[in-house]
């Protein structure tokens, strides 16, 4: 078993058998659960095996890498303790991190997480915790440290693991967009939030320039990161607050819209199908709720894809509208 | 293959965007991404070493990976 959905029940003996989990669900069953080599983060949506995409607040959504993890060590951190976390990563295995949403550490990790000290000296995934979409403002997301039996609002915590020596593993990622051949965006600062754009070097009123143009804001812009496309989320367009996205723009950085889709659930669909794993398999795998929600998968089945939803992914930093998965390889 | 030394002057060649090759691993596509841009900030001896050493620690770390590898050999046959 590597993904899949399980009862509490089911889910407390996996911890008592001492396998080693990463787990998303409600916070009434996170918090049921008995200590053990487990971290967890609220998140309701997922795709499980044989079932439809579903809201489950009865299941927990687990992944065991139990398989892969020879060791692993567990800890929160606080925004300040983030630029830490490669130093304290071990070598040659990896490292998995929650966080929930709307959280200083959301933002401080959103915004720096490239620039940590000893970036990447081992690959870091994982996702950020949510909730119920209608319960959004009203519940706070929250992660889990399952070693102390500890729960967080305002920490990420993160699982270092040391994999065992006949495996090998690797971080993938899915994005169904491409950059459009339109205007060039870029910004006068690093944030989240803006009222002003500079289109193609000149100042304009951003909200302005996304109403007249017909901007359609289900697509994300895009930067091109060394050719890795990285997309950032329009979250709403508002007269006086002006564009909120969901993770950060940089200046520096170039950014496109992304090319229109033909059919959104077929796109996502068919990039799925033409991940190439040869002789590797997805231990671990999250998608985004923009995917979610707008490939209409509640209650519809992709047949290549399971795992958990979430506000966000993450694969070495902080990634909008994108698929990503861990992959396990013998030696 | 075992990775080249620093003073291999394709490494200077990358951060600096004189050369680019199409990557796998997606940290190094990530790093470089922050890379390029402060180097086309700020050119200076400094910042390119600086790079250099950052670029090489990632692919020294990630050296059973097996996207890295195949990046090594692009990069240097």
């Known amino acids: ?331 | 293959m075992s990775l080249p030394t620093k003073t291999n002057p394709k490494w200077e060649e990358i951060v600096t965007g004189k050369r680019t090759y199409t990557l796998k691993f997606l940290g190094a596509k990530i790093l470089l991404g922050r890379l390029i841009r402060t180097i086309d900030a700020d050119p200076s001896p400094h910042n390119i070493s600086v790079a250099v050493n950052e670029l090489h620690a990632l692919y020294s770390k990630n050296v059973t990976i097996q996207s890295a590898k195949d990046d090594l050999r692009t990069i240097f046959g």
């Open chain 1, 1 to 331: 078993m590597h993904q899949g959905l399980f009862s509490i029940d089911e889910a407390r003996q996996l911890i008592l058998d001492g396998k080693t989990l990463l787990i998303a669900g409600a916070e009434e069953l996170l918090a049921q659960l008995p200590l053990g080599d487990w971290i967890g983060g609220t998140s309701p949506y997922f795709i499980a095996p044989n079932h439809n995409g579903m809201i489950a607040h009865e299941q927990l959504f687990i992944s065991d890498i139990s398989k892969i993890a020879d060791s692993c060590y567990i800890k929160a951190y606080d925004k300040n303790e983030l630029t830490s976390i490669y130093n304290e990563a071990g070598e040659g295995g990896f490292s998995v991190i929650i966080i929930p949403a709307t959280s200083s550490v959301h933002a401080s990790f959103a915004l720096d997480a490239p620039t940590y000290d000893n970036f990447g000296s081992q690959p870091l995934i994982g996702w950020i915790a949510g909730a119920p979409i209608d319960q959004l403002g009203e519940r706070r997301p929250r992660v889990f440290n399952g070693k102390k039996g500890e729960s967080y609002i305002d920490h990420a915590i993160i699982m270092h693991v040391n994999i065992v020596k006949s495996k090998s593993i690797d971080i993938g990622h899915i994005n169904i967009f491409s950059q459009g051949a339109g205007d060039t965006l870029t910004f006068l600062e690093d944030g989240f939030s803006f009222t002003h754009v500079l289109v193609n070097g000149v100042k304009v009123n951003f909200t302005d320039y996304i109403v007249t143009n017909d901007i359609d804001i289900r697509l994300p812009l895009i930067a091109d990161y060394y050719g890795a496309l990285v997309n950032i989320s329009l979250q709403d367009v508002d007269a006086k607050r002006g564009v909120r996205f969901y993770a950060p723009v940089f200046t520096g950085i170039k950014y496109k819209w992304a090319a229109p889709l033909g059919n959104y659930g077929e796109t996502l669909s068919n990039k799925i199908k033409s991940i190439d794993l040869e002789s590797s398999e997805i231990v671990f795998s999250c998608n985004c709720i923009l995917n979610y929600l707008h490939s209409h998968l509640e209650g519809n089945k992709n047949e290549q894809f399971t795992g958990l939803i979430s506000y966000g992914e993450i694969a070495y930093q902080l990634l909008n509208q994108t698929l990503v998965y861990l992959i396990v390889s013998d030696i």
